[in-house]
């Protein structure tokens, strides 16, 4: 089956394109800032490239259990199970990433960006997949086939695209139903109300039925309480693991410091008080040479066409040149971010 995520990636960059227009059009809010989206996107395309070796630890683990159940749902009713079963699976999984310190981790750079568009949908951890794996599994005891299921999951995800954006502002009757652009405001937001709210994939319904609903009243601050000061992708996924490392490290005991992993983030302690988000904090963008913005933006196309064909493509190749090209590209992203970063040289 043709990866659905494959085929979708020049669709988000015309979309981006197109926001892009929005904005300079004044029909909406649109807020770009280069290194910043940038940096959105060099943590979707090092994701991406991850899945080359972290895929199988979700996808085997299913395959083998829909092999070993006797009965499977197909047709209609497979496809209405795995679309409602992977939309709540994804919401509690969600809430899990948000509500876990250990799960943070695993979905952290996802909310690390100040600004909310369309490259911020992009922008994922490169652990996400790890996390999310025991959740998923019921579905095949259930009888969803494996690729009914990864089917759902793609489209799932590809639905949460366009509600990062502050072009649109609320949908009507939708609001109700479905999770919208201004839903999903307010779970990116880090104003003290917004926080660990609206979990939802597409269907808002799981927020209103067990209390994580918040509408959107005041306008959001975006990124994390703490927020990050790098466009290096693979510091953007590292530093939360270290920040976590030195707070364990500081507690008293080692069974206090295992149950603080396992606390909602920003869980205060005696040895780690509790962050607080200053709403007036200026935004970090990278103040780059114009020249590196050309070199990383006439660079960036052919990083874009290597990451569609190892979606794409790399099933057909040799273990080998798979990885290769992965590697490739997580040195591509990280030496854009050396060229943004106000640092070097």
């Given at each position: 089956m043709l990866n659905p995520i494959a085929i979708a990636i020049p669709l988000f960059f015309a979309a981006i394109g197109v926001e892009l227009a929005v904005g300079r059009l004044g029909w909406g809010k649109v807020e770009y800032h280069f290194p910043t989206a940038i940096a959105d996107l060099s943590c979707g395309i090092t994701q991406q490239a991850s899945k080359f070796f972290l895929a199988p630890l979700l996808i085997v683990p299913f395959a083998l259990i829909d092999a070993a159940v006797p009965w499977e749902l197909t047709g209609l009713g497979g496809h209405l199970l795995a679309f409602l079963g992977v939309d709540f699976i994804y919401y509690l999984w969600h809430r899990f990433t948000h509500e876990c310190r250990l799960g943070w981790l695993t979905h952290v750079v996802h909310h690390q960006s100040q600004d909310y568009n369309l490259a911020v949908a992009l922008r994922q951890t490169l652990t996400s997949a790890i996390s999310s794996v025991p959740f998923y599994l019921p579905l095949a005891v259930l009888g969803v086939p494996t690729e009914v299921f990864l089917l759902h999951t793609a489209l799932n995800t590809l639905y949460q695209f366009w509600i990062h954006t502050e072009a649109i502002d609320t949908l009507g009757p939708l609001e109700w139903v479905l999770n919208t652009p201004s839903h999903h405001r307010v779970h990116h937001g880090v104003n003290p109300e917004y926080l660990d709210k609206n979990y939802a994939g597409v269907l808002i319904?799981?927020?209103?039925?067990?209390?994580?609903?918040?509408?959107?009243?005041?306008?959001?601050?975006?990124?994390?309480?703490?927020?990050?000061?790098?466009?290096?992708?693979?510091?953007?996924?590292?530093?939360?693991?270290?920040?976590?490392?030195?707070?364990?490290?500081?507690?008293?005991?080692?069974?206090?410091?295992?149950?603080?992993?396992?606390?909602?983030?920003?869980?205060?302690?005696?040895?780690?008080?509790?962050?607080?988000?200053?709403?007036?904090?200026?935004?970090?963008?990278?103040?780059?040479?114009?020249?590196?913005?050309?070199?990383?933006?006439?660079?960036?196309?052919?990083?874009?066409?290597?990451?569609?064909?190892?979606?794409?493509?790399?099933?057909?190749?040799?273990?080998?040149?798979?990885?290769?090209?992965?590697?490739?590209?997580?040195?591509?992203?990280?030496?854009?971010?050396?060229?943004?970063?106000?640092?070097?040289?």
């Open positions: 319904i799981w927020d209103r039925a067990f209390g994580t609903f918040e509408p959107e009243v005041a306008p959001p601050v975006y990124g994390t309480v703490v927020p990050l000061a790098t466009t290096n992708p693979l510091l953007a996924n590292a530093l939360p693991f270290v920040d976590l490392w030195r707070e364990v490290r500081a507690a008293p005991t080692w069974r206090e410091g295992l149950v603080h992993m396992l606390r909602a983030p920003g869980h205060p302690s005696a040895w780690s008080p509790k962050p607080t988000a200053d709403l007036q904090r200026p935004k970090f963008v990278p103040a780059a040479p114009a020249g590196r913005w050309w070199a990383v933006g006439l660079s960036f196309p052919l990083v874009a066409v290597a990451v569609l064909a190892l979606l794409a493509l790399s099933p057909g190749w040799s273990w080998a040149a798979g990885a290769g090209l992965a590697v490739a590209i997580f040195a591509a992203t990280v030496g854009w971010a050396w060229l943004l970063e106000p640092t070097a040289a």
